[in-house]
Protein backbone atom coordinates (compact mmCIF):
# COMPACT_ATOMS: atom_id res chain seq x y z
CA UNK A 1 0.00 0.00 0.00
CA UNK A 2 3.41 2.01 0.55
CA UNK A 3 5.24 1.59 -2.97
CA UNK A 4 6.36 4.58 -4.30
CA UNK A 5 6.90 6.37 -0.60
CA UNK A 6 9.81 7.06 1.56
CA UNK A 7 10.32 7.39 5.28
CA UNK A 8 12.71 8.13 7.98
CA UNK A 9 12.37 6.37 11.32
CA UNK A 10 14.14 7.66 14.25
CA UNK A 11 15.54 5.10 17.16
CA UNK A 12 14.74 2.23 14.63
CA UNK A 13 17.47 0.48 15.92
CA UNK A 14 15.55 -1.19 18.65
CA UNK A 15 11.84 -1.54 19.73
CA UNK A 16 8.97 -0.15 18.79
CA UNK A 17 11.22 2.09 16.27
CA UNK A 18 12.41 -1.20 14.73
CA UNK A 19 8.87 -2.60 14.65
CA UNK A 20 7.88 0.56 12.90
CA UNK A 21 10.54 -0.04 10.11
CA UNK A 22 9.91 -3.03 9.44
CA UNK A 23 5.97 -2.59 8.84
CA UNK A 24 6.29 0.65 6.25
CA UNK A 25 9.29 -1.66 4.31
CA UNK A 26 7.12 -4.54 4.61
CA UNK A 27 3.99 -2.47 3.16
CA UNK A 28 6.50 -0.99 0.12
CA UNK A 29 8.32 2.16 1.62
CA UNK A 30 11.76 3.09 1.18
CA UNK A 31 13.44 3.07 5.02
CA UNK A 32 15.91 5.53 6.88
CA UNK A 33 17.06 3.62 9.87
CA UNK A 34 18.30 5.52 12.62
CA UNK A 35 19.34 5.11 16.00
CA UNK A 36 22.62 3.37 18.07
CA UNK A 37 24.21 -0.01 17.86
CA UNK A 38 26.59 -2.05 16.85
CA UNK A 39 27.77 -1.09 13.22
CA UNK A 40 27.98 -4.78 12.25
CA UNK A 41 24.61 -5.73 13.50
CA UNK A 42 22.95 -2.05 12.39
CA UNK A 43 24.65 -3.26 8.23
CA UNK A 44 22.96 -6.70 9.16
CA UNK A 45 19.62 -5.62 9.81
CA UNK A 46 19.87 -2.93 7.22
CA UNK A 47 20.63 -5.57 4.41
CA UNK A 48 18.08 -8.04 5.38
CA UNK A 49 15.05 -5.42 5.74
CA UNK A 50 15.91 -4.55 2.09
CA UNK A 51 16.79 -8.06 0.59
CA UNK A 52 13.42 -9.40 2.39
CA UNK A 53 10.97 -6.61 1.34
CA UNK A 54 12.70 -5.72 -1.96
CA UNK A 55 12.80 -1.98 -0.88
CA UNK A 56 15.54 0.52 -0.65
CA UNK A 57 17.05 0.60 3.53
CA UNK A 58 19.45 3.12 4.09
CA UNK A 59 20.79 4.06 7.78
CA UNK A 60 22.09 7.30 9.19
CA UNK A 61 24.04 7.77 12.87
CA UNK A 62 22.00 11.05 13.67
CA UNK A 63 22.18 11.68 17.29
CA UNK A 64 18.91 13.24 17.96
CA UNK A 65 20.25 15.93 20.39
CA UNK A 66 22.34 17.45 17.70
CA UNK A 67 19.70 19.41 15.63
CA UNK A 68 22.22 19.92 13.02
CA UNK A 69 22.48 16.35 12.35
CA UNK A 70 19.52 16.19 12.17
CA UNK A 71 18.90 18.11 9.22
CA UNK A 72 21.72 16.81 7.67
CA UNK A 73 19.74 12.76 7.73
CA UNK A 74 16.72 15.11 5.97
CA UNK A 75 19.23 15.92 3.63
CA UNK A 76 20.50 12.44 3.36
CA UNK A 77 17.39 10.72 2.66
CA UNK A 78 16.32 13.22 0.59
CA UNK A 79 18.99 12.29 -1.65
CA UNK A 80 19.03 9.18 -1.53
CA UNK A 81 14.71 8.28 -1.75
CA UNK A 82 14.41 11.88 -4.13
CA UNK A 83 11.63 12.47 -1.31
CA UNK A 84 10.74 12.38 2.44
CA UNK A 85 6.72 11.62 2.41
CA UNK A 86 6.77 9.95 6.15
CA UNK A 87 8.66 10.68 9.51
CA UNK A 88 8.34 8.52 12.66
CA UNK A 89 9.40 10.40 15.44
CA UNK A 90 10.24 7.65 17.35
CA UNK A 91 13.63 7.75 18.92
CA UNK A 92 13.21 7.90 23.14
CA UNK A 93 15.00 7.67 26.14
CA UNK A 94 13.56 7.57 29.65
CA UNK A 95 14.59 7.95 33.73
CA UNK A 96 13.16 6.82 36.11
CA UNK A 97 13.44 9.27 39.98
CA UNK A 98 11.83 11.66 42.68
CA UNK A 99 11.32 14.84 41.03
CA UNK A 100 13.87 16.49 43.80
CA UNK A 101 16.21 13.91 42.94
CA UNK A 102 16.13 14.17 39.05
CA UNK A 103 19.63 14.89 37.44
CA UNK A 104 19.33 18.27 35.50
CA UNK A 105 21.23 16.70 32.64
CA UNK A 106 18.90 13.60 32.50
CA UNK A 107 16.14 16.24 32.21
CA UNK A 108 17.66 18.07 29.24
CA UNK A 109 18.49 14.58 27.16
CA UNK A 110 15.37 13.51 27.52
CA UNK A 111 13.41 17.27 26.58
CA UNK A 112 16.30 17.21 23.49
CA UNK A 113 15.29 13.56 22.24
CA UNK A 114 12.13 13.02 23.06
CA UNK A 115 10.53 16.29 21.85
CA UNK A 116 13.05 18.73 20.46
CA UNK A 117 14.17 16.30 18.47
CA UNK A 118 10.94 15.76 16.47
CA UNK A 119 10.81 19.67 15.78
CA UNK A 120 14.25 19.79 14.16
CA UNK A 121 12.79 16.86 11.95
CA UNK A 122 9.63 18.44 11.05
CA UNK A 123 11.20 21.36 10.29
CA UNK A 124 13.40 19.76 7.93
CA UNK A 125 11.00 18.13 5.94
CA UNK A 126 7.79 19.85 6.06
CA UNK A 127 8.27 21.99 3.36
CA UNK A 128 9.11 19.32 0.47
CA UNK A 129 6.08 17.95 1.75
CA UNK A 130 3.78 20.29 1.63
CA UNK A 131 4.77 21.21 -2.46
CA UNK A 132 3.82 18.07 -2.93
CA UNK A 133 0.40 17.84 -1.33
CA UNK A 134 1.48 14.46 0.69
CA UNK A 135 2.90 13.66 3.89
CA UNK A 136 2.40 11.80 6.92
CA UNK A 137 3.90 12.57 10.27
CA UNK A 138 3.40 10.35 12.92
CA UNK A 139 5.02 10.74 16.84
CA UNK A 140 5.41 8.37 19.05
CA UNK A 141 4.15 9.83 22.25
CA UNK A 142 2.83 7.49 25.20
CA UNK A 143 0.51 6.89 27.58
CA UNK A 144 2.47 9.23 29.29
CA UNK A 145 1.53 12.04 26.95
CA UNK A 146 -2.08 11.87 28.17
CA UNK A 147 -1.81 11.00 31.97
CA UNK A 148 1.30 11.11 34.37
CA UNK A 149 2.95 8.38 36.62
CA UNK A 150 5.39 9.21 39.51
CA UNK A 151 9.42 9.87 39.30
CA UNK A 152 8.93 10.48 35.55
CA UNK A 153 9.19 13.82 35.64
CA UNK A 154 11.22 14.79 32.38
CA UNK A 155 9.22 12.01 30.31
CA UNK A 156 5.71 12.67 30.93
CA UNK A 157 6.60 16.57 30.31
CA UNK A 158 7.95 15.84 27.14
CA UNK A 159 5.60 13.38 25.83
CA UNK A 160 3.01 16.06 26.45
CA UNK A 161 4.54 18.37 25.01
CA UNK A 162 4.67 15.82 21.87
CA UNK A 163 0.96 15.28 22.13
CA UNK A 164 1.07 19.69 21.78
CA UNK A 165 3.19 19.68 19.08
CA UNK A 166 1.31 17.09 17.64
CA UNK A 167 -1.88 18.99 17.29
CA UNK A 168 0.15 22.21 16.11
CA UNK A 169 1.18 20.33 13.45
CA UNK A 170 -1.47 18.95 12.36
CA UNK A 171 -3.29 22.65 11.98
CA UNK A 172 -0.48 23.79 10.06
CA UNK A 173 -0.53 21.01 7.30
CA UNK A 174 -4.05 20.01 7.00
CA UNK A 175 -4.37 22.04 4.09
CA UNK A 176 -1.63 20.53 1.77
CA UNK A 177 -2.30 16.66 2.69
CA UNK A 178 -0.18 16.46 5.33
CA UNK A 179 -1.61 14.78 8.64
CA UNK A 180 0.17 14.40 12.12
CA UNK A 181 -0.78 11.71 14.65
CA UNK A 182 0.51 10.97 17.68
CA UNK A 183 0.24 7.01 19.19
CA UNK A 184 0.23 7.02 22.63
CA UNK A 185 1.05 3.48 23.69
CA UNK A 186 1.05 2.18 26.68
CA UNK A 187 3.59 -0.62 27.82
CA UNK A 188 5.15 -2.46 25.12
CA UNK A 189 7.73 -4.78 25.96
CA UNK A 190 11.44 -4.03 24.61
CA UNK A 191 14.48 -2.73 25.53
CA UNK A 192 13.29 0.64 27.53
CA UNK A 193 10.87 -0.74 29.53
CA UNK A 194 13.27 -4.29 30.29
CA UNK A 195 16.15 -1.33 31.44
CA UNK A 196 13.10 0.04 34.07
CA UNK A 197 12.93 -2.73 36.17
CA UNK A 198 16.08 -1.92 38.39
CA UNK A 199 14.95 1.86 38.58
CA UNK A 200 11.66 1.10 39.81
CA UNK A 201 12.31 -1.54 41.93
CA UNK A 202 14.83 0.81 43.92
CA UNK A 203 12.23 3.85 43.90
CA UNK A 204 9.23 1.74 44.30
CA UNK A 205 11.67 -0.82 47.33
CA UNK A 206 9.98 -3.30 45.70
CA UNK A 207 10.98 -7.06 43.82
CA UNK A 208 11.30 -7.30 39.86
CA UNK A 209 8.62 -9.43 39.55
CA UNK A 210 6.03 -6.72 41.66
CA UNK A 211 7.62 -4.21 39.21
CA UNK A 212 6.04 -6.11 36.47
CA UNK A 213 2.97 -6.86 38.31
CA UNK A 214 2.10 -4.01 40.15
CA UNK A 215 3.41 -1.51 38.05
CA UNK A 216 3.72 -2.10 34.21
CA UNK A 217 0.85 -3.72 34.42
CA UNK A 218 -1.13 -2.46 37.06
CA UNK A 219 -2.79 -0.10 35.17
CA UNK A 220 -3.11 -1.76 32.00
CA UNK A 221 -6.42 -3.73 31.96
CA UNK A 222 -5.72 -6.27 29.20
CA UNK A 223 -2.91 -7.75 31.52
CA UNK A 224 -0.36 -8.09 28.50
CA UNK A 225 1.98 -6.06 27.45
CA UNK A 226 1.46 -4.69 23.67
CA UNK A 227 3.54 -5.62 21.06
CA UNK A 228 5.79 -3.50 18.16
CA UNK A 229 4.19 -5.20 15.90
CA UNK A 230 1.10 -3.57 16.92
CA UNK A 231 2.79 0.09 16.57
CA UNK A 232 3.92 -1.12 13.02
CA UNK A 233 0.55 -2.06 12.19
CA UNK A 234 -1.02 1.26 13.11
CA UNK A 235 1.64 3.11 11.76
CA UNK A 236 1.00 1.54 7.92
CA UNK A 237 -2.59 2.15 8.65
CA UNK A 238 -2.05 6.11 9.25
CA UNK A 239 0.38 6.66 6.68
CA UNK A 240 -2.28 4.88 3.90
CA UNK A 241 -5.02 6.78 1.90
CA UNK A 242 -7.68 5.53 4.35
CA UNK A 243 -6.40 7.64 7.28
CA UNK A 244 -6.14 11.07 4.82
CA UNK A 245 -8.70 12.77 7.94
CA UNK A 246 -7.32 11.44 10.46
CA UNK A 247 -4.87 14.46 11.83
CA UNK A 248 -4.08 15.86 15.32
CA UNK A 249 -5.12 13.06 17.63
CA UNK A 250 -3.20 11.37 20.10
CA UNK A 251 -4.15 7.28 19.81
CA UNK A 252 -3.84 5.43 23.10
CA UNK A 253 -2.64 2.11 22.80
CA UNK A 254 -2.63 1.18 25.72
CA UNK A 255 -4.81 -1.67 26.55
CA UNK A 256 -7.59 0.75 27.95
CA UNK A 257 -4.85 2.15 30.38
CA UNK A 258 -6.22 5.89 29.84
CA UNK A 259 -9.99 4.43 29.90
CA UNK A 260 -9.87 4.28 33.80
P1 LIG B 1 14.28 1.29 22.83
O1 LIG B 1 15.23 1.68 23.90
O2 LIG B 1 14.09 -0.14 22.51
O3 LIG B 1 14.67 2.04 21.47
C1 LIG B 1 15.02 3.40 21.44
C2 LIG B 1 15.67 3.73 20.13
O4 LIG B 1 16.06 5.10 20.14
C3 LIG B 1 16.95 2.92 19.85
O5 LIG B 1 17.04 2.63 18.47
C4 LIG B 1 18.05 3.90 20.27
O6 LIG B 1 19.29 3.65 19.64
C5 LIG B 1 17.42 5.20 19.81
N1 LIG B 1 18.01 6.37 20.44
C6 LIG B 1 18.14 6.66 21.76
N2 LIG B 1 18.78 7.82 21.92
C7 LIG B 1 19.04 8.30 20.68
C8 LIG B 1 19.68 9.47 20.20
N3 LIG B 1 20.19 10.39 21.03
N4 LIG B 1 19.79 9.63 18.86
C9 LIG B 1 19.31 8.69 18.01
N5 LIG B 1 18.69 7.57 18.41
C10 LIG B 1 18.56 7.38 19.74
O7 LIG B 1 12.90 1.99 23.23
P2 LIG B 1 11.38 1.72 22.79
O8 LIG B 1 10.68 1.13 23.96
O9 LIG B 1 11.30 1.07 21.49
O10 LIG B 1 10.87 3.23 22.69
C11 LIG B 1 10.69 3.91 21.48
C12 LIG B 1 9.76 5.08 21.70
O11 LIG B 1 8.51 4.61 22.17
C13 LIG B 1 10.28 6.08 22.73
O12 LIG B 1 9.99 7.40 22.32
C14 LIG B 1 9.47 5.73 23.96
O13 LIG B 1 9.32 6.81 24.83
C15 LIG B 1 8.15 5.32 23.33
N6 LIG B 1 7.31 4.49 24.19
C16 LIG B 1 7.72 3.26 24.58
C17 LIG B 1 6.88 2.50 25.39
C18 LIG B 1 7.25 1.13 25.86
O14 LIG B 1 6.52 0.56 26.69
N7 LIG B 1 8.31 0.51 25.37
C19 LIG B 1 5.66 3.02 25.83
C20 LIG B 1 5.28 4.28 25.40
C21 LIG B 1 6.12 5.01 24.58
Redesign the pocket.
Known amino acids: ALEGRSAIV ?9 GIAEALARAGAAVML ?4 DPEEIETQRASLSECCDVDVAYDA ?4 DPKAIRMMAEHAAMRFGQVDIIVN ?5 HVAPVEDFPAEKWDAILA ?2 LS ?1 AFHLVQATFQGMRRRGFGRVIN ?5 GLIASPFKSA ?1 VAA ?1 HGMVGLTKVVALEGAEDGITCNAI ?10 E ?1 QIDGQAASHGIGRDAVIRDVFLKEQPTKR ?2 T ?1 EEMGALAVFLCSDGAASITGTALPVDGGWTAH
Open positions: TGSTSGIGLNGFGANMTNAGIQINAVASAHYKCPGYVWTPLVKFAV
